[in-house]
């Protein structure tokens, strides 16, 4: 007998720990029967349908988000067609909170594995593993079917209806799911220390269970110790609201921080305006780049707080995350709804901007989804929230927001996903803002030259942009094209050692002597190049990189104009060196280690 557990993940980087956790939980004693099946929503059907087909299983389990939903569905048709045999399960939050509609769609179903799957899944092993070598049970009477013998097990939605409620998984009782780290190299490892949510958020699945259950935090320390050992790159919390125990939060922070590697990364997902000042103080502490932390501000709207049942003080908010920013050591991505009640175009715009000013490292412009099972999907008609009928759900209009409004703002989240996500483009964006009158405003007109230029068919190459970005800027602030040039040369070269000079960079063949004569100096003094012993003065010209400027594009937006490079005022008769060191990197930006060097006279 064998149960195939199928996760079709949104990327390669993705895993699925819900499938690794049914399998943990199912015991060692069926482990023989079990066998996991990753894919991605990018492959090809047939490729999947034809790796599911070889693997010849008994039973196969789809894990089902919205993400993935209408590939399962259409997947698990072809399997029943090819192989009418084999039961088909499905589990995930896709379908538990309207299993009974999706069994009387595919009547060939088996059934559903409502909410939490640990146990339920446990029982169907233990039913299975005993059944007849074919792996299914013969049975005659209507009594004793297939599905009578499921009806025992908590959990499940049958064809015949639900059985008995299953209670909420016991935290600890889970075993560990990552023995075996093959496999996971180039890929997000997830994990989960509780379970739960004390919040009520109206469009988010979460608010379903009230109950927060923590994990043992000795079980958690030990667990958090092997991915520390395995010097793990990231490890993903996907805990709904780290934050929502205190004594919880300090434990594990303090363990990762006196325990830390130099190399691991923990993601948490935490509700900032709730952070203690030990907490802060705590995360203060930190490595830079030990933790980053994801901040659900979704919108500074009162009205559509109260609507969503966010209980959160927006200035309490902004001052937690000025705290974070002080040591510019942690990592912050903080996340908007556009499509809330309340909010229109105007509202949003607002929302945009105040958290645009908290300068985070990832600012991310989503969409509401309409999940089912929220009380956002039960009170879609009150708001009048017009939505797309097949998974992920997301708004098309509201009585707030119009679906015109919709489409601008989906340009704009694609301009801040290049041009601000990036991390390629912020002293340029810095001072591009300085021409108008907000952030958004900025974003909305560089969409519509993406538009008029049909750059969202065409998408330019990563290198491109920052060409597009200068006929941009060049057509709104022409005056200071010289400015924006330079801007684009120290952005380009604080994140990689170019071996072809970029275009719009000004000729760099007057400065050579100056550049050559550094170089030289360093093989000898070695001031500014100290972890480059054993290297010659041409190794590591190549290695790094001097480039020379006549504005002080390091400053920050307006100061640019008010800090000259001799601290006066702007002028060209002046020239100051930059060295880039691509060993050094920051490990919130990547962005390479900069040393100005003293000022030259004359242009060269």
Not at 305 to 311: D, K
Request: overall charge negative.
């Amino acid at each position: 007998m064998k149960f195939l557990l199928v996760a079709i993940n949104a990327k390669y980087i993705h895993s699925n720990p819900a499938i690794y956790s049914l399998r943990a939980y199912a015991g060692a004693e069926y482990t023989s029967h079990i066998e996991l099946a990753e894919y991605t929503i990018n492959q090809q059907l047939d490729e999947i349908l034809a790796d599911i087909y070889k693997r010849k299983p008994t039973v196969v389990g789809f894990s089902c988000y919205i993400w993935n939903w209408r590939m399962v569905q259409e997947l698990m048709a072809e399997v029943h067609a090819l192989m009418p045999e084999v039961h088909l399960w499905l589990g995930g939050p896709e379908v538990s909170y309207d299993a009974p509609e999706v069994l009387k769609d595919y009547p060939f179903l088996t059934g559903v594995m409502i909410g939490e799957g640990e146990a339920t899944f446990r029982d169907l092993m233990v039913y299975y593993a005993h059944c007849d070598s074919g792996g299914i049970a013969t049975v005659s009477s209507e009594e004793d079917s297939v599905e009578g013998a499921f009806s025992h097990i908590p959990g499940l939605c049958l064809p015949s209806g639900y059985t008995d409620i299953r209670p909420l998984t016991d935290m600890s009782s889970i075993p560990f799911l990552y023995e075996d780290l093959t496999g996971f190299e180039h890929r997000i490892v997830y994990y989960e220390s509780s379970r739960g949510c004390p919040f009520r958020c109206s469009y988010c699945l979460s608010s379903v269970d009230k109950t927060v259950r923590l994990r043992n935090i000795d079980i958690v320390k030990k667990e958090l110790q092997y991915f520390l050992d395995r010097r793990v790159a990231q490890v993903k919390f996907i805990d709904r609201t780290f934050n929502c125990n205190h004594a919880h939060t300090v434990e594990i922070w303090t363990y990762i921080q006196e325990n830390d590697n130099g190399v691991t990364n923990f993601h948490f997902e935490v509700s900032a305006d709730i952070l203690q000042e030990d907490e802060i103080e705590l995360l203060q502490s930190m490595r830079p780049g030990l933790v980053q932390l994801e901040v659900g501000v979704q919108t500074v709207n009162d009205c559509a707080l109260q609507h969503i049942h966010r209980h959160m003080n927006v200035d309490k908010l902004t001052q937690k995350i000025t705290q974070l920013q002080q040591n510019r050591n942690i990592h912050l991505h903080l996340d908007l709804i556009a499509g809330l009640p309340e909010e229109g175009l105007d509202s949003f715009k607002h929302s945009f901007n105040r958290v645009y000013s908290m300068r985070p490292e990832q600012l991310q412009l989503g969409f509401l989804k309409v999940l089912k099972g929220t009380e956002m999907w039960e009170r879609a008609e009150e708001f009048g929230i017009r939505y797309h009928k097949q998974p992920p759900y997301e708004v098309l209009s509201t009585n707030w927001l119009s679906y015109g409004e919709i489409c601008r703002l989906k340009d704009v989240e694609q301009m801040v996903e290049l041009y601000y996500n990036s991390g390629q483009f912020r002293h340029t964006l810095s001072f591009l803002e300085t021409v108008f009158k907000t952030p958004f405003d900025m974003y909305e007109a560089l969409a519509i030259y993406y538009r008029e230029h049909e750059y969202f068919t065409n998408s330019p190459s990563r290198i491109y942009r920052y060409q597009v970005l200068l006929m941009f800027a060049t057509e709104v602030d022409g005056a200071r094209e010289d400015i924006y040039r330079e801007l684009l040369t120290y952005d380009m070269y604080l994140r990689e050692n170019l071996k072809s000079r970029p275009p719009f960079s000004a000729d760099i063949f007057p400065h050579r002597d100056n550049i050559v004569a550094f170089y030289r100096r360093e093989e000898t003094e070695r001031e500014y190049l100290k972890g480059y012993e054993g290297y010659d003065w041409k190794q590591m010209s190549k290695m790094t990189h001097l480039e020379p400027f006549h504005y002080p594009v390091w400053a920050t937006g307006a100061d640019i104009l008010t800090d000259s490079v001799d601290n006066s005022e702007v002028s060209h008769t002046k020239t100051t060196y930059v060295l880039f060191d691509y060993q050094e990197r920051n490990p919130l930006t990547d962005n390479a280690r900069t040393v100005i060097l003293p000022p030259v006279d004359g242009r060269n």
